[in-house]
T-cell receptor
């Protein structure tokens, strides 16, 4: 049973380019979360999505960042016109449906994408 | 109010000793408190979690103690091993429509052989 998958694992971009980070949730999970981890810091919530819906984007920067979770395919976190301050590890997590089951609160994390902006 | 404060920032423990990491929160709407373990270059892995209606939960060598009135919770690692050396994060779930986790700043644990 595969866990949360993220790709690429490492991504290098020059300032001004676009970064696309992909996340495939665990099988049977319909909720996806994106978190950002700056060096030597904890994880900061960015966005919470269900299929075709953004539920909570309170942690997303107002500009240049967007996220989607289409009906088919992985969730995508997109960063346009990257700047050096975007360099971080970006983690995706998934959880089962909130309704029913003992583990609905549990979020399982992927290995992350480490973005470096030159 | 959305913060989770974690201490200590780093911890050195001898093999076989007890590691204790503490967290405190303000928001009484938090309704679920997980602990994650993270090794360098890896994603956080769920270790153990507790809900506020329980004062203690034990799984193997790992125990969470929860004090609802003080709004504090802690992770105890009994018989600490070198393989436990990692960064530990406490977190709290923001109850309501969102399921987002608010993380502490992490504790780097080193268990010396």
């Amino acid at each position: 049973n595969a866990g949360v998958m993220q790709n690429p694992r490492h991504l290098v971009r020059r300032r001004g380019q676009e970064a696309r980070l992909r996340c495939s949730p665990m099988k049977g999970h319909s909720h996806v979360y994106w978190y950002r981890q700056l060096p030597e810091e904890g994880l900061k919530f960015m966005v919470y999505l269900q299929k075709e819906n953004i539920i909570d984007e309170s942690g997303m920067p107002k500009e240049r960042f967007s996220a989607e979770f289409p009906k088919e395919g992985p969730s995508i976190l997109r960063i346009q016109q990257v700047v050096r301050g975007d360099s971080a590890a970006y983690f995706c997590a998934s959880s089962p449906s909130r309704v029913g089951g003992p583990s609905y609160n549990e979020q399982f994390f992927g290995p992350g994408t480490r973005l470096t902006v030159l | 109010q959305q913060q989770v404060k974690q201490s200590p920032q780093s911890l050195i423990v001898q093999k076989g000793g007890i590691s204790i990491i503490n967290c405190a929160y303000e928001n009484t709407a938090f309704d679920y408190f997980p602990w994650y373990q993270q090794f360098p270059g890896k994603g956080p892995a769920l270790l153990i979690a507790i809900r506020p209606d329980v004062s203690e939960k034990k799984e193997g060598r790992f125990t969470i103690s929860f004090n609802k009135s003080a709004k504090q919770f802690s992770l105890h690692i009994m018989d600490s091993q070198p393989g436990d050396s990692a960064t530990y994060f406490c977190a709290a779930r923001d109850g309501g429509a969102t399921n987002k986790l608010i993380f502490g700043t992490g504790t780097l644990l080193a268990v010396q052989p």
